[in-house]
């Protein structure tokens, strides 16, 4: 199996307009098996996009390095794929050559072409692919780009709240679609969320994150298992005990004065 | 109600037809070889006639007369507004305000010559049109994705651009060894600017993502510049392509009013010289038709490159 991921003690800050710094991450390790399956959870401002942009290669780390594969992370690269929550496919190409994109931006679109059209119809998307993406729904351009990802066989595929712009019923279908993708692949997934029950339902393990400092607050491991059920005991208490890391319990005001 | 609104055209021509017939001309105008108004109005009678009955057999055809109808009877009854003012009443001075004969006439006896100007002008066109073209697509590009370029070359664009081309004139004269080429300049330096300045706007206006994304899709610097830049930016290419081209023409007017010894502008200003109002008028018809018709190519082409932008945007 290929696709670990290991961070180590990274620091990230950004500079702001008036000078100051903010510190994104603060210090963070973590080691993701390769295959598993795992979520980043917390507030705005708590740096799990950041740290899934370091992961990806789009930003550098001021301190401290990420690994894949015992192999340091310095740039982009296709063995880590993306998919933002904005399906973001190039609106000028059609659902095929969108998925192809990868493939011919590497050189080996030839010898590898018949893989486009299988990874269309693993999304589901066989009769849209000469479609343009403004004439596609958001649930299912948001498939087309996970075609689009992995059709490159990522090592390892970064969601940034993939799942974020669908609505309710789009979105649990996806996260099902995702499993079961994650399933046939067997690649490492790391996923941005804000949705606690979308992080308990599809990961190995959630990865909660606060902000100021911005930290990884504890791990939770999600041992059920699957195909899950989104209302057992287990699934509750997990989903209170992370709302209570997060201080989102809301917890019952005691009165001042029994009668 | 649709049957009476096919037929319209047709029922406008015959009535233009008749009036140039049997209304008697007020005999000011010289008589033209021909009346050639006539002739153009039987063609078009014709051309009328077959699309009326065609459009019973073929849909395509009856929704385009449907619609366009109306406007073809007023516009040739608008012709026939004009023919009364100037060959039948003359009340326009006759020297400025000629007869359609007499412009007809032109087009058709000096065809050949028309047509030699015609081609000439249109060398000089595309000639410039291309350079300048393909010189504001580099520099566009070069600007919008190196930052080098774009310091050292921006201020030169800003500074350089926005000076009408017609403007160097007296230095590009002496600095080119042929009028043609110093021409071709002119019209080449008029493209160059607006389709430099919108490729690399529309470069600058893409969105970061789309670069993110093709970078983890395993996308080298060049392939992002040329498989995500510039289809991006393509949009905003050809508004500076359509500028460009309006700039061209308005070049080519004026760069053929100096020095050459041929050319559809050129023929004007001799023709205007000549106080010879007929073929002036001839001149700005061919004109017209000519660059409507390059204006058409340039739309078409863009929606057929731009196709995926139906629904995303509408020009």
């Not at chain 1, 959630?206 to 791990?219: D, F, H, L, Q, S």
Request: proline share 4%.
């Amino acid at each position: 199996m290929v696709g670990e991921i290991k961070v180590e003690k990274v620091i990230k800050r950004f500079s702001q307009l008036d000078g100051g710094e903010v510190v994104a991450l603060s210090g963070i390790d973590i080691k993701i098996k390769a295959g598993e399956f795992v979520s980043l959870i917390g507030p705005s401002g708590c740096g799990k996009s950041t740290l899934l942009r370091l992961i990806a290669g789009l930003n550098t780390a001021d301190e401290g390095s990420l690994y894949i594969d015992n192999e340091e992370i310095n740039k982009p690269s296709y063995e880590r794929g993306l998919v933002f929550q904005n399906p973001m496919l190039f609106p000028w190409l059609n659902i095929h050559d969108n998925v192809a994109f990868g493939l011919k931006a590497r050189g080996v679109y030839k010898e590898k072409k018949k893989e486009v059209d299988e990874f269309i119809n693993l999304v589901g998307l066989a009769s849209f692919k000469k479609s343009y993406p403004h004439q596609l729904s958001g649930g299912m351009a948001q498939r087309a780009s996970l075609a689009r990802a992995l059709v490159n066989h990522p090592k390892v595929l970064l969601l940034d709240e993939p799942l974020g712009a669908l609505d309710a019923f789009t979105r649990m279908n996806m996260q099902d679609e995702l499993i079961r993708i994650w399933k046939e692949r067997g690649t490492t997934m790391i996923m941005v969320t804000h949705d606690i029950d979308e992080a308990i339902y599809l990961s190995d393990r959630v990865i909660v994150m606060t902000p100021r400092p911005a930290k990884i607050e504890t791990c939770i491991e999600v041992d059920t298992s699957r195909p899950r059920a989104r209302n057992t005991p287990e699934f509750l208490s997990l989903r209170s005990k992370i709302l209570e890391i997060l201080n989102f319990a809301g917890a019952v005001d005691e009165p001042d004065y029994y009668l | 109600m649709k049957k009476i609104n096919i037929w319209l055209p047709v029922l406008s021509i015959i009535l233009s037809i008749a009036l140039d017939v049997f209304v008697k001309d007020s005999g000011k105008h010289i008589k033209a070889k021909h009346p050639y108004l006539v002739y153009l109005l039987i063609i078009l009678c014709i051309f009328f006639v077959a699309v009326a009955i065609l459009s019973y057999f073929n849909e395509k055809t009856r929704t385009w007369i449907v619609e366009k109808a109306l406007f073809y009877a007023v516009a040739v009854l608008f012709l026939n507004f004009l023919n009364l003012i100037t060959k039948k009443f003359t009340l326009l001075p006759i020297i400025y305000f000629p007869t359609f004969d007499k412009i007809f006439g032109v087009i058709f006896e000096e065809r050949n010559f028309l047509a030699l100007c015609l081609t000439s002008s249109g060398k000089l066109l595309i000639t410039g049109y291309i350079f300048g073209a393909i010189a504001g697509f580099v520099t566009g590009i070069s600007v919008g994705f190196s930052k080098w370029t774009s310091y050292w070359v921006n201020p030169i664009v800003r500074i350089l651009g926005p000076i009408p081309s017609t403007a160097w004139i007296p230095i590009v004269l002496i600095s080119f060894p042929t009028t043609f080429s110093a021409s071709a300049f002119l019209i080449a330096l008029a493209v160059w600017f607006p389709t430099t300045v919108m490729t690399s706007s529309g470069i600058a206006n893409i969105q970061n993502a789309y670069f993110e994304v093709s970078s983890t899709l395993g996308a080298g610097k060049y392939y992002q510049i040329f498989k995500v830049g510039v289809p991006a930016a393509m949009p905003h290419m050809f508004i500076g392509l359509f500028n460009g081209t309006c700039a061209s023409f308005i070049t080519l007017m004026t760069a053929e009013m100096l020095g050459v010894k041929n050319g559809i502008g050129w023929y004007i200003n001799w023709q205007k010289d000549m106080m010879a109002y007929a073929n002036v008028y001839a001149g700005l018809i061919i004109i017209a038709v000519t660059f409507s018709i390059l204006i058409t190519i340039l739309f078409r082409a863009r929606d057929k490159v731009l196709v995926w932008q139906k629904g995303v945007i509408k020009w």
